[in-house]
């Protein structure tokens, strides 16, 4: 219901609408709408994408987050499974996370809500989400399809949260050949561990996007 109530009024077209939420003998369920294509983490299974369309991918779901930010509501999520590529249209999925700006990262057993891999650093030490939470997990998103890579590697899953919060981040200029040096600084503005020096907000990152 939480859900429902976060990501039900979202009408864009790069968010996947919400079109029922009801409750039947199985239980609550949600009508969606349906969208046919590939998830963006099917697509980098076969490796990185070209600078122009990981852009152009992300340029898409910072639209989408603006639209969701401007209404309160933070996504918590954003990762290549829940960026779907259908025809046109690059749609933002999943809101199942979705809270109003107030919530934290942290149920109430105390668990890391979201994929580990994308989420914050400042959620991971249970901050409240934000606007910058999510532009961080858009980064996370940009730089595994400009590379074909995750940010941070760690095959040992109980030292990935220590990784996630000290690792150096290889900028992705480094690991592509010829990519725009304003594509690379994006990127790393958008993983910068310290969330008051991330871009301002979805808007702002969709503007400079569309630019590049």
Same mark, same amino acid.
């Given at each position: 219901?939480?859900?429902?109530?976060?990501?039900?009024? =979202?009408?864009?077209?790069?968010?996947?609408?919400? #079109?029922?939420?009801?409750? &039947?003998?199985?239980?609550?369920?949600?009508?969606? !709408? *349906?969208?046919?294509?590939? @998830?963006?983490?099917?697509?980098?299974?076969?490796?990185?994408?070209?600078?122009?369309?990981?852009?152009? #991918?992300?340029?898409?779901?910072?639209?989408?987050?603006? #639209?969701?930010?401007? +209404?309160?509501?933070?996504? +918590?999520?954003?990762?290549?499974?829940?960026?779907?590529?259908?025809?046109?249209?690059?749609?933002?999925?999943?809101?199942?996370?979705?809270?109003?700006?107030?919530?934290?990262?942290? @149920?109430?057993?105390?668990?890391?809500? $979201?994929?580990?891999?994308?989420?914050?650093?400042?959620?991971?030490?249970?901050?409240?989400?934000?606007?910058?939470?999510? =532009?961080?997990? =858009? $980064? *996370?998103?940009? #730089?595994?399809? /400009?590379?074909?890579?995750?940010?941070?590697? *760690?095959? &040992?899953?109980?030292? =990935?949260?220590? +990784?996630?919060?000290?690792?150096?981040?290889?900028?992705?200029?480094?690991?592509?050949? $010829?990519?725009?040096?304003?594509?690379?600084? /994006?990127?790393?503005? /958008?993983?910068?561990? @310290? *969330?008051?020096?991330?871009?301002?907000?979805?808007?702002?990152?969709?503007? +400079?996007? !569309?630019?590049?």
């Amino acid at each position: 219901l939480q859900e429902a109530q976060a990501a039900g009024k =979202l009408a864009h077209p790069n968010i996947v609408t919400i #079109y029922e939420v009801g409750q &039947d003998p199985a239980g609550d369920f949600m009508a969606m !709408e *349906c969208v046919e294509g590939d @998830t963006l983490e099917q697509v980098l299974k076969r490796g990185a994408l070209p600078a122009e369309r990981s852009v152009a #991918y992300a340029a898409q779901v910072a639209d989408g987050l603006a #639209y969701a930010h401007a +209404r309160s509501v933070v996504h +918590r999520d954003v990762k290549p499974a829940n960026v779907l590529l259908a025809a046109g249209d690059v749609k933002l999925a999943d809101f199942g996370l979705a809270r109003r700006f107030d919530a934290t990262a942290l @149920t109430a057993a105390g668990d890391v809500v $979201g994929s580990l891999i994308v989420l914050a650093p400042e959620l991971l030490t249970g901050a409240p989400a934000s606007v910058q939470s999510d =532009l961080w997990s =858009l $980064g *996370c998103t940009l #730089y595994h399809a /400009l590379t074909g890579r995750v940010h941070v590697e *760690c095959e &040992d899953a109980r030292a =990935l949260p220590a +990784r996630l919060l000290n690792a150096p981040i290889e900028p992705p200029g480094m690991r592509v050949a $010829g990519l725009p040096a304003p594509v690379s600084l /994006l990127t790393m503005e /958008l993983l910068d561990r @310290t *969330c008051a020096r991330r871009p301002p907000s979805a808007a702002a990152v969709g503007a +400079r996007l !569309e630019e590049l």
